[in-house]
């Protein structure tokens, strides 16, 4: 496990953050198609955290993306980076997840975040932060629409519908799961979106949610249980 070291850089209020994001902003990468599903890694990252005790972990799961068996996985503790505020939870949770990221023993390949890209107030969430932090490709897939509107797709499995912010398409609604409310997924960096949809497809055989999300969930909860224990 890695302890986080907030960078010293780092943001310190809502203004500061804000404009960060927009000069990131200008970086993203949304013209490449991505790496093929099924092929290399695929890593899953998420967060926990301890409220009381102002704690942030992290995990980072890499499974190989065409059998889903899990490759490597490493995790990251440390404090809470910023305050919580709407539209700016990155700024919470990279330095943990970063770290975690760094010390995997093998590259990542696709990166899926538990939570969105384009799908943004701002249009840059956490997958497309990481993206250009780090250069990899990333992907956003997130339980709910936020405060974006879709028509519900159809029921078979694979079926999709624009997640719209206005008339902006700025992800799709997929259905994983026969007839089961579907997920929400946007592009990040370096991915385009029915590249990004394909991937979603490829790690949910069995559940709504991705496997990397569902393995990478479960080992923060994990790291932040063992923190504390005795």
């Not at 967060?47 to 992290?58: F, L, T």
């Not at 919580?84 to 995997?104: I, K, N, S, W």
């Amino acid at each position: 496990m890695t302890t986080v070291r907030i960078p010293e850089d780092w943001p310190a209020t809502e203004e500061e953050a804000r404009a960060v994001q927009d000069e990131l902003r200008t970086r993203l990468i949304l013209d490449e198609p991505g790496p093929p599903p099924g092929t290399g890694h695929v890593t899953g990252v998420d967060v926990a955290y301890d409220d009381e005790r102002d704690v942030v972990a992290a995990a980072a799961v890499v499974l190989d993306a065409s059998s889903l068996d899990v490759v490597a996985e490493a995790t990251a503790v440390g404090r809470v980076s910023f305050p919580y505020v709407p539209g700016l939870l990155a700024f919470r949770e990279l330095p943990a997840v970063l770290a975690a990221l760094d010390a995997l023993p093998c590259p990542p390949g696709l990166v899926v975040c538990d939570g969105y890209g384009l799908a943004h107030p701002r249009r840059f969430g956490l997958a497309g932060h990481l993206g250009v932090l780090t250069g990899l490709p990333t992907i956003g897939v997130a339980k709910n629409p936020f405060t974006f509107t879709y028509d519900d797709p159809d029921a078979p499995r694979g079926s999709s519908s624009p997640l719209l912010a206005g008339t902006e398409e700025v992800g799709r609604a997929l259905r994983t799961r026969d007839a089961v409310k579907p997920v929400f997924v946007s592009v990040g960096h370096r991915v385009t979106l029915p590249n990004a949809c394909a991937h979603t497809l490829a790690l949910t055989p069995r559940y709504r949610l991705p496997e990397t999300t569902r393995r990478a969930d479960a080992l923060c909860r994990k790291a932040l249980r063992e923190t504390y224990s005795v």
